[in-house]
């Protein structure tokens, strides 16, 4: 059992108690040789010793480094020591997204902002072959200027790496759970966008829909009942500037005609009167037929040039022979 004041290594000095989930609990320490303060993360007291348990410590810190991004968590080293490993991480100043709800839940901006961002951090996971595979409001801690770092990746899923975990066992939290990872189908990275989504929902509505009061009764509810509609997040609209549904071309505010491709219709110019505007419709390019060309047959007329009685003749008298 640890306790404040302990030297790791010789050179990590624990400081206080952070917090504990999943298979470990972290520490904030301070590097005595760097003078900088740094997190460290080891199994709790409470779980034996195994190999198991420490090849899930060793691949949790072989997930983080294979990720190089400014949403996930930086990791040193890891401190080999008995009687389990100790990961040195980048240590966040701040809270959790799961504490700042407590406090009431986030505006749809809010949560459409950290979503962008643990988006992205998946994005680079799933890229290089790592499944989170617990992605919760616990595990998304928030700087003090508000961005998103998505943390805790010790039950991640590592590409081309055997499995550790038993048959029937149930490792992840499973409020948060997709319905796919329930079945036994958990090979698909998609579920941690589902986990995303439903963390989403959460920070808009301030409540998780499919919790339950027993954990069984939480797992029927993800397989089998719907999710409401969430009702504070407002209607949707477009949360970015540079979203594609926020540039696409629109006719400007002054012309009075909507071009079509081939049907147009009035609307008012936006200019505080419902009159509409008397501009000429915008006509769109097409390729003009080609001149016919028309020779009547000479007879006689008005003049020695006119082919038609009574009227003047249509051609200059250079090019009218009578003959």
């Not at 998103?148 to 010790?154: I, Q, S």
């Not at 319905?179 to 958990?186: A, K, Q, T, W």
Request: aromatic letters at 4%; proline letters at 12%.
């Amino acid at each position: 059992m640890h306790s404040p004041g302990d030297v790791i290594d010789g050179r990590f000095e624990l400081v206080e108690r952070l917090g504990s989930g999943g298979m470990g609990t972290v520490w904030r320490a301070r590097d005595t040789v760097l003078q900088r303060e740094v997190a460290l993360k080891a199994v709790r007291p409470d779980a034996e010793a195994t190999d198991a348990v420490r090849e899930r410590v060793l691949r949790e810190a072989r997930a983080l480094a294979r990720l190089s991004h400014p949403h996930v968590v930086t990791v040193h080293q890891i401190v080999e020591a008995q009687p389990h490993p100790w990961i040195v991480m980048e240590l966040i100043h701040g809270v959790s997204l799961q504490q700042r709800l407590a406090a009431g839940p986030l505006t749809a901006p809010e949560a459409a902002g950290i979503g962008r961002q643990v988006l992205s951090a998946l994005r680079v996971a799933h890229a290089a072959g790592v499944q989170h595979r617990d992605v919760k409001p616990a595990n998304i801690l928030l700087r003090p200027d508000g961005s998103a770092v998505l943390t805790d990746f010790g039950i991640a899923a590592l590409h081309g790496a055997t499995a550790l975990t038993a048959t029937g066992e149930l490792v992840g939290s499973p409020e948060y759970m997709a319905p796919e990872r329930i079945r036994g189908l958990d090979d698909d990275p998609a579920s941690d966008l589902w986990s995303l989504g439903l963390a989403l929902y959460v920070c808009v509505e301030g409540v998780n829909p499919l919790r339950r009061p027993t954990t069984l009764a939480t797992l029927a509810a993800v397989l089998d009942d719907p999710v409401p509609p969430p009702v504070r997040s407002g209607p949707s609209r477009p949360s970015s500037p540079h979203c594609s549904c926020a540039t696409r071309r629109r006719a400007p505010a002054r012309t009075g005609w909507t071009p079509c491709s081939r049907r147009r219709r009035r609307v008012p110019r936006r200019t505080g009167s419902s009159r509409p505007s008397r501009r000429r419709p915008h006509r769109c390019p097409r390729r003009r037929p080609r001149a016919r060309t028309f020779r009547p047959r000479p007879g006689p007329g008005k003049g020695a040039d006119s082919p038609w009685p009574g009227r003047p003749s249509p051609w200059p008298p250079s090019r009218w022979r009578p003959p």
